[in-house]
């Protein structure tokens, strides 16, 4: 029990077996004390609230009538999946979400047989939904896929590739649309919740496949138009036309916040007998926490808070954030060049694109979440002698792999990408770590990849971006606060395919890129205390190598060690190609590569996930004095 608010219903569910057992009425009293929890545990954790707030009630409602875990619950994106979590099994931890050792952000397969599909990207649900409904189909075993899916998520066109093909489900497959921000439903209230349970009724899904059956017999222009006006008129009543064409049954809207309207509504569905359907339910993100009702963003993400006056922890003043960098960088530059158009998937203050969209909102795209499209349509507008930035996150454009070889590689033309989160990202964990964007973009013909030390270099190379006509080039960089260098008055037109060196010295060389620059130049002081002189160098482009200064590097010095925030495959590699090819390790070279380990990381912090993936200062100099045999003392041995 917690100290804060007494829980007594919710102390006695320890998963939605216990749920269950509970009478009708008690329902209203658990969600409540469930939001309770809720918002307590966030306070102490941080992390994603708003969502979880608006479908407590749709929580409850959901396990209280199916069969879970037979019946297989998908939540898209999985941030508004805290109050499942306390559901089914896991509150005893959910004061440890997001942190070293605890619960995910979001669902995850091997923490909770509740958890049947892992997701923290968006618009998977239905896909996999239906891959459990036609599992459990063809298989003749009992249950259904259940897909909770929000609004924004419906922007994506893999939901309606999933839709489209729901037909095969029959009845296994249950769609719950969770609209919590678009316009796109009329007002909710008493009749449209007497209307869903009319139509989700088993009397009137009986009597509407009985005159199907009747009509077929018909000739087929009676038949069709009968089929027709029955579909319009209920798609004009309820607004489910565009779900009916994706061969749905539509139910709702229906107040996802009201018990008694979405437990019958949801018995209805549970218990149909043809094909699959979709629930349109209407929620309120933030629901029943005033702070969270009140901003702007209904606390879709937050710090650390107090409970009572809603208050997030501020961290301290630091240096500004690499994403407000880039849009206050892109923003300058779009002053003096009216061909610069930016372009983001559904994440504009997260892209620090607000900044530009509100200077140049003729110039600005938020395309929804759709990054295939972003990929392309900037394709497009480089085609016809514009400069695009694509600034989208790093893990999310491994969605668009495609647009980007296709559309944009091979046609060689000039596309901006602007890579966020660019390495680790701490409590959002793996699936949002950008781990693999040096290696899927600098395997591409024609690319130009660059990665920034601090933040001073990413207003350089978000200049040079702006300057390169002549194909795609991408620029990275990590989520949080930059290093604290002064920014310049007027950025550099950076030379492609050069470095530079930031230290000098004579045994050994650390290449690094990216902004394990700061942990390179750690390193190089320890190293230089043990008498090991040190040359660091910022390489700044993973693709065109720096050739000439690496392979004077690579010939003038004993040990030489990359340093990357990416996976095998990265500068690591390349540098090991270009050596081999030039014979450049025949010569006795030690030449070792420090990389993100092949495995996913879960959430910690950011410093300890990188001392933990061996990318630290500790880490290099261990590399650096294994390489050269050191013994117990730290005296250099003869090298073999």
């Given at each position: ?9 919710l ?5 939605p077996?216990?749920l269950?057992?509970l ?9 409540d ?5 809720t918002i307590?545990?966030v306070?102490v ?17 959901i ?6 875990p037979r ?7 999985g ?6 979590k ?6 005893d931890?959910?004061?440890?979400l997001?942190t070293?050792?605890?619960?995910s ?7 909770s047989?509740y ?5 923290a990207?968006?618009s ?23 897909a909770?899916?929000g609004d924004?998520?419906?922007s ?17 497959l ?6 919590n921000?678009m316009?796109?439903a009329?007002?909710?209230?008493g ?12 009397e009137?899904l009986?009597l ?5 059956k ?5 000739p087929?222009?009676v ?7 029955e579909e319009?008129?209920r ?10 064409e994706?061969?749905?049954y539509?139910?709702g809207?229906?107040?996802g ?5 979405l ?5 209805n ?11 349109h339910v209407?929620t309120?993100?933030g ?8 901003a702007?963003?209904k606390?879709h ?5 107090d409970v009572i006056?809603?208050?997030?922890a501020?961290?301290?003043?630091g ?21 610069i158009?930016a ?5 504009p ?5 607000d ?10 795209f938020d395309?929804?979440?759709?990054e ?9 507008l480089?085609?016809?002698?514009m400069?695009?930035?694509?600034a989208?996150?790093?893990t999310?454009?491994?969605r668009a792999?495609?647009?980007?070889v ?7 033309l000039?596309v901006?990408?602007?890579?966020d ?15 693999f964007d ?8 024609n ?5 920034a ?12 971006c ?8 991408a ?5 949080g ?5 002064a ?21 050994v ?27 660091v ?8 190598l ?5 392979r004077?590097l690579?010939t ?22 270009l050596?081999?090819d ?8 030690k030449?070792?590569t ?6 996913f ?13 061996r ?13 050269l045999?050191?013994n ?9």
């Open positions: 029990m917690n100290a804060d608010f007494d829980t007594p219903l102390d006695t569910v320890s998963d077996a216990d269950r057992r009478a009708p009425a008690q329902l209203r009293q658990l969600a004390e469930l939001r309770s929890e307590s545990a306070g954790t941080g992390g994603h609230l708003g969502s979880g707030l608006g479908v407590v009630e749709l929580t409850v409602a396990h209280y009538v199916f069969d879970t019946d297989k619950l998908v939540w898209d994106v941030h508004q999946c805290y109050p499942h306390i559901l089914t099994g896991r509150r931890r959910i004061r440890t997001r070293g050792g605890g619960l952000g979001f669902t995850k397969r091997s923490e047989e958890d049947p599909f892992g997701a990207h968006s998977t649900s239905i896909s996999a939904a239906l891959g459990f409904a036609v599992a459990n189909k063809l298989s003749d075993r009992p249950g259904k896929g259940i909770v899916i924004g998520a419906m994506a066109g893999m939901a309606y590739e999933a839709m489209n093909n729901a037909r095969a489900a029959g009845n296994r249950v769609v719950i649309l969770n609209d921000d316009s796109i009329p007002p909710v209230g009749l449209s919740a007497y209307l869903a349970r009319m139509v989700s009724s088993s009137y009986g509407r496949n009985f005159a199907k009747v009509t077929r017999k018909l087929r222009l038949h069709n138009a009968a089929e027709k006006a319009y008129a798609g004009m009543a309820t607004g489910g036309t565009l779900f009916e994706l061969g749905f539509y139910v809207p229906i107040d916040h009201n018990l008694d309207h437990i019958p509504v949801l018995e569905v549970r218990d149909a007998a043809d094909g699959p359907i979709l629930v209407v309120k993100k629901k029943g926490y005033g702070p969270a009702e009140a702007a963003d606390y993400g937050v710090q650390k808070f006056t809603g208050a997030q501020k961290a301290p003043p240096p500004p954030q690499y994403q407000n960098v880039f849009g206050a960088a892109l923003t300058s530059e779009a002053a003096s060049d009216d061909r158009v372009i983001t998937a559904a994440m203050s997260g892209t620090g694109l900044a530009f969209a509100k200077a140049y909102p003729d110039r600005f395309v929804g979440i759709a295939q499209h972003a990929v392309t349509f900037a394709a497009g480089a085609a016809q002698g400069r695009p930035f694509c989208i996150y790093s999310f454009l491994q792999y495609d647009q980007v296709h559309d944009v590689a091979i046609q060689n000039p901006r990408f602007a890579i989160r660019a390495g680790l990202v701490g409590a959002d964990g793996a699936t949002h770590a950008g781990s040096v290696t899927y973009l600098a395997t591409l013909p690319f130009v990849v660059m990665a030390a601090d933040e001073a270099e990413l207003v350089h190379m978000t200049h040079t702006v300057q390169h006509d002549s194909g795609p080039i620029v990275r960089y990590p989520r606060n930059g290093t604290g260098v920014l310049p008055e007027t950025p550099e037109l950076l030379e492609i395919g050069k470095g530079r060196i930031v230290r000098e010295g004579k045994k060389a650390i290449l690094s890129l990216g902004t394990r620059l700061a942990e390179a130049l750690k390193a190089a002081d320890a190293l230089d205390a043990k008498g090991l002189s040190t040359t160098a910022d390489l700044r482009f993973a693709k065109p720096d050739e000439a200064m690496i004077r690579l003038t010095h004993e040990v030489a060690v990359t340093i990357e925030e990416g996976s095998v495959g990265g500068l690591g590699a390349h540098v090991l190609t050596a081999s030039e014979g450049l390790i025949d010569g006795g070279l030449l070792r420090m990389r993100l380990p092949d495995l990381q879960d959430q910690d912090k950011p410093e300890l996930q990188y001392a933990a993936a990318l630290d200062a500790d880490a290099i100099v261990d590399t650096v004095l294994t390489a045999r050191h117990a003392t730290g005296v250099v041995e003869a090298s073999a």
